[in-house]
């Protein structure tokens, strides 16, 4: 147990970062499934209108530093040439 203000002060930092990056990143992996599953069921224009929201999303989580720049890449990437393929 923290003993001294900053301590306190730092394990209440901890605890509201670590729960607004748990929401980022469970949110963001909403979105990717929500992609995956549209193209799983051929549904094209719901894949695209899934993938228009997801981007973005993936983009913040790597701009907050909760995913690095380049895993944010390769999950865009992935997710366009998945969706590029229904067509």
């Known amino acids: 147990m923290a003993n001294h203000k900053s301590a306190i002060k730092r394990n209440k930092q901890t605890a509201v970062r670590t729960a607004r990056n748990t929401h980022i990143r469970t949110t963001m992996r909403t979105f990717v499934k929500q992609v995956r599953t549209a193209v799983a069921n051929g549904e094209k224009e719901t894949a695209q209108t899934a993938l228009i929201r997801a981007?973005?999303?993936?983009?913040?989580?790597?701009?907050?530093?909760?995913?690095?720049?380049?895993?944010?890449?390769?999950?865009?990437?992935?997710?366009?040439?998945?969706?590029n393929t229904l067509a």
């Open 55 to 83: 981007v973005p999303y993936i983009d913040k989580a790597a701009t907050k530093g909760i995913i690095h720049q380049s895993t944010a890449s390769r999950k865009i990437s992935r997710l366009n040439k998945l969706v």
